[in-house]
Structure formats: C-alpha cells, structure tokens
Nanobody
Framework: QVQLVESGGGLVQAGGSLRLSCAAS????????MGWFRQAPGKEREFVTA????????YYADSVKGRFTISRDNTKNMVYLQMNSVKPEDTAVYYC?????????????????WGQGTQVTVSS
C-alpha cells in the first residue's frame, strides 16, 4: 500500500504561481512512477504531468507545457508540481497518483494509488 497526501492548493490570481506537494508513505517510493491529474467540475479527470521513477523523464499535457514543472525527491518520498503563469482554466482539484512501475503513463487507469486531492482555484 502507498498513502499519498497532497498539499499546497489554494486561491491564486491569474498569472501567479503555486507549488503543490505530495507526500508518499508505505512501499518504496522509488519503485513508483508518479503523476499529477486534475478534475474540474463537470469534467473528466485529465492528465497534467508525470515523471519516471528516477526523475529522468517527464511528460506534460500541452495545456500546461512551459508553465508547470514536475519534480520528485526520492530521498524525501516527495513529488512536487510547480505551477507558474496560472490561468483560470487551471482551476480544478489536483490529484497525486502513483503507478507501480518504473515508467510513467498519461492514462489515469494505469495508476494504482491516489491522494485525496487538493483544490486549486485561479481567479481572473
């Protein structure tokens, strides 16, 4: 089992920045690829970004490319999402997810564990 706890969400103005954190506990963190997904009201959960087990490869949705950055620290069992130049359309609940594999995926169905989510609201 892996427990994931997100933090860092909140209200931010358009153009501002926010940093989300995800703390993992349980099984060996470096055995997992990690991802961030988000879900806005009335919409399906969508891929935001993901990182391989060692941080060596990252993937981003086109909508966040160049603005968001994912990183991980395997010594601290943490994964981060740095959000810059945020837009109102970034408003959603953001979820941290762990995939029991070395390589990440953009498909939420391939992730085994999920956090409870943290709300991000971007005001215009």
């Amino acid at each position: 089992q892996v427990q994931l706890v997100e933090s860092g969400g909140g209200l931010v103005q358009a153009g501002g920045s926010l940093r989300l954190s995800c703390a993992a506990s349980g099984r060996i963190f470096s055995s997992f690829a990690m991802g961030w997904f988000r879900q806005a009201p009335g919409k399906e959960r969508e891929f935001v970004t993901a990182v391989h087990w060692n941080g060596g490869r990252t993937y981003y949705a086109d909508s966040v490319k160049g603005r968001f950055t994912i990183s991980r620290d395997n010594t601290k069992n943490m994964v981060y999402l740095q959000m810059n130049s945020v837009k109102p359309e970034d408003t959603a609940v953001y979820y941290c997810a762990a995939r029991y594999a070395l390589y990440s995926s953009t498909d939420h169905r391939e992730y085994n564990y999920w956090g409870q989510g943290t709300q991000v609201t971007v005001s215009s």
